[in-house]
């Protein structure tokens, strides 16, 4: 199995500016709650990256030549005035410049930590589903005139990623789900949806003639993580991590697909689709959002849209991903890469116009296509289309990318090359039928052969991203309701 990845933390080697200082000190009380702890020590590790500085965590006065940052609230640290602490609500947040230092803290534990991940971002810093990228450039180190205060519109932001398909948050190992939680706390989300019984799947073997099993790394089987202590495990890590635990969606929040609407296996990522459910809740007397995921490395723009539209009612899907790619891949990039979803939305509209069952893994997903007797319809080619057009876009701004967040335009290709190969597959299977039922052996042959190759193309794309449990599940479950239906068929 490929091992759950974190982006690196990308910066360049330029010179330092000379601030003054040459040291970060967080000062924290040696009572802070735990969610404070954990929110020190991660913006510590954040700073030190950032500005190759050393970073410590002391309840002491900084030394001389320390920046100083005040971590928490009057009620928590002693060490911040509270002539400074300005009137919050239980989730606002602050990031302001003081004599003391800079105050980075929250009305509670949750919103102190949500302000450290805020004093990150500041500098360039972004938060994935998968980890964190860094800047390409190294900020500068300024400390002053900074007040900045963060109050939510959406209040409830919940988390759905658990679901009866094994390509959901089920088959997730608990250290997977662990780093999961960390990033979607830093991304501001308040609940985890976690059913009272997560399911469980029967091994599906990955040996043998297995299309892209070089991402199992050996294993003969995928297999179920859950076990008779697995919903305790990952409910209290994610209470640890500062999520509210719940059984079900939130009452009184509208659900938000995060891509697809179903359990496809498919890329079908839809900007307007997105902003067009958040302006419904915003305009709702709900309470905020759930949002559903199925496949989470396809969907690092959707959560930070929303983590940023719940603070910022005027924010836009489009603007949003320009604040999350251009610090961390440079000018240029993020023209492409929208360029890119948006050929992902077009095929993700068609797909829901005309076979919304198209990428779901099921029995006879593939066979129904060999039996159709029909020829391709036009909408499967331009599906197919968009789909190259969207791996066309990725690799134009891979080139222009600089260092920093490659991995991920990488990873969205090669999802974008899996879909590709996919509707090839379906296209061939399609002219197979076709042509039987027109009593031309050859053409059906001939279609057959490329209809294989494609699903071996597209789980080898497949398996060259896989990153996490999803990605691997969509592997092992094509192979079992796709690839090996499929060859068994034709002997």
Partial sequence: ???FFLLALCLTSLALPSPGADKIT??????????????????????????????????????????????????????????????LSDQGHVLKSTQKGLLVGGATPVATLWAASELSYHFGLRHLLRGDAGPIERPALKFTNINNLYEPTIRVRAWSGFS???HGQSSWPLEQQKLLFAQLVKLKFTHLVLPPAPATFSPIP???????????????????????????????????SGLIVVSTPPPNTIRIPLGSPTASVLPEFSSSRLEANFKTVQTSHSDGFTASAVMPGDLNAA?????????????????????????????????RLWLGFEHVANAAELIGQNDPSLGIPMDKMWLRHLASKSAPQEWITKVKNHYAEAV?????????????????????????????HYLTAIEGLLTASYAASQNK????????DAAVEGIYNALSA??????????????????????????????
């Fill in 303 to 335: 959560a930070h849209f929303l983590s940023r539209a719940a603070y910022d009612p005027a924010q836009t899907t489009k603007k949003a991903f320009e604040h999350l790619i251009r610090p961390i891949c440079g000018d240029g990039v993020s023209e």
């Fill in 164 to 166: 009866d398909h094994p």
């Fill in 1 to 3: 199995m490929k091992a």
């Fill in 441 to 448: 052996a050859d053409a059906s042959a001939e279609a057959t």
């Fill in 26 to 87: 967080i000062v924290l009380s040696d009572k802070a709650p735990p969610l404070e702890k954990i929110a020190a020590q991660s913006l510590a590790t954040e700073l030190k990256l950032l500005f190759a500085l050393e970073v410590s965590v002391s309840d002491l006065a900084p030394a001389e030549r320390s920046f100083s940052i005040l971590l928490g609230s009057p009620h928590t640290n002693p060490a911040i005035p509270a002539s400074e602490w300005p009137t």
């Fill in 462 to 491: 497949q398996a060259d991203a896989a990153r996490d449990a999803s990605d691997l599940a969509a592997i092992a479950l094509l192979n079992q309701w796709a690839y090996r239906p499929l060859l068994k068929s034709l002997h």
């Fill in 206 to 240: 990955v040996d043998g003639d297995t299309a892209g099993r070089s991402a199992f790394k050996g294993a003969r089987f995928f297999s179920s993580p859950v076990d008779s202590g697995f919903r305790e495990s990952v409910a209290n890590a994610a209470t640890d």
């Fill in 392 to 420: 066309s876009e990725m690799y134009r701004g891979n080139t222009r990318g600089r260092d920093g967040a490659r991995p991920l335009i990488l990873y969205h290709a090669k999802r974008m090359e899996f879909a590709v």
